[in-house]
């Protein structure tokens, strides 16, 4: 997929609600189940409670992940999505943590590291945005259309929503 017709998520983090919705239809489509631990994708609480983020791979213009992998098992796939050959992955974890959002989770069935991989190309959009219809907090757009402010506003309402947690004295 050339850049010109890359697709992108787009998380309005004020509307999400903490439903879920996009986990379970995750986990349903790669695993058979619905259960969050079985998702590529988690929702994060963050406050007192109150502000939910979707996390998931975000497909860095220039994903660390691949870099640092030993086993040169992060692999980005013709749509864009950073994913894991679970043939090479030895669950050492670097993607983890060089990710700037923690995207990678441990697939619970082989122990590897799992990413979103926007559903492969299976869907025209990815199940978690159809699952998130009603609140639309995830959207899958052509990324032409999203401007850096969107994303500026978006990371500026998260900084000042973030209450640090307190330090025990």
Known sequence: MSSKDQKIFVVDERKCDGCRECEKACSHK???????????????????GDLFVPV???????????????????????????????????????????????APVENPVSGKLMTCDRCAEDEELPLCVQAC??????????????????????????????KPPKVPE
């Open 133 to 162: 219809s009603k609140q639309q907090a995830l959207r899958f757009v052509d990324a032409r259309v999203v401007a850096r402010t969107t994303a500026r506003e978006c990371a500026a309402r998260l900084k000042a929503a973030y």
């Open 30 to 48: 790669h695993f058979g189940v619905c259960s969050p631990r079985h998702s590529r994708i988690r929702i994060e609480a963050f406050g007192d």
């Open 56 to 102: 998931f791979c975000q497909a860095c213009g220039d994903p660390l992940c691949i870099k640092v992998c030993p086993m040169n098992a992060r692999i980005e796939l013709a749509n864009g999505a950073v994913v894991t050959d679970e043939d090479r992955c030895i669950g050492c974890r670097t993607c983890v943590y060089i990710c700037p959002v923690g």
